[in-house]
Nanobody
Framework: QVQVVESGGGLVQPGESLKLSCAASRNIAGIYAMAWYRQAPGKQRELVARIAVGANIDYADSVKGRFTISRNKAFNTVYLQMNNLQPEDTGTYYC??????????WGQGIQVTVSS
């Protein structure tokens, strides 16, 4: 059974940090990249950060300098270190596993709330 499982979300105050983790089951072959997306209420899902083979990394402009994406050696776990969180970072964060084949996989999402 294919699984993509996010963890590490929660409620924090502005300026605080969180670290998200995403673990993809080992039976997912051909992983080309892993990425974090987020969706705020009433808004479209947007790319937050993406890491591909060869360590190619992309960030949304809104998180550059505050968020850091990384992965493990096996490339089946990806992390998102989020520092200096702001209320506009609030949303449901989704992990996406991008494969070299035709099918990608999504996690079910995890809530991040930044509020004083």
């Amino acid at each position: 059974q294919v699984q993509v499982v996010e963890s590490g979300g929660g409620l924090v105050q502005p300026g605080e940090s969180l670290k998200l983790s995403c673990a993809a089951s080992r039976n997912i072959a051909g992983i080309y990249a892993m990425a974090w997306y987020r969706q705020a209420p009433g808004k479209q899902r947007e790319l937050v950060a993406r890491i591909a083979v060869g360590a190619n990394i992309d960030y949304a402009d809104s998180v550059k300098g505050r968020f850091t994406i990384s992965r493990n050696k096996a490339f089946n776990t990806v992390y998102l270190q989020m520092n200096n969180l702001q209320p506009e970072d609030t949303g449901t964060y989704y992990c996406k596993v991008v494969r070299s084949g035709p099918i990608d996989y999504w996690g079910q999402g995890i809530q991040v709330t930044v509020s004083s």
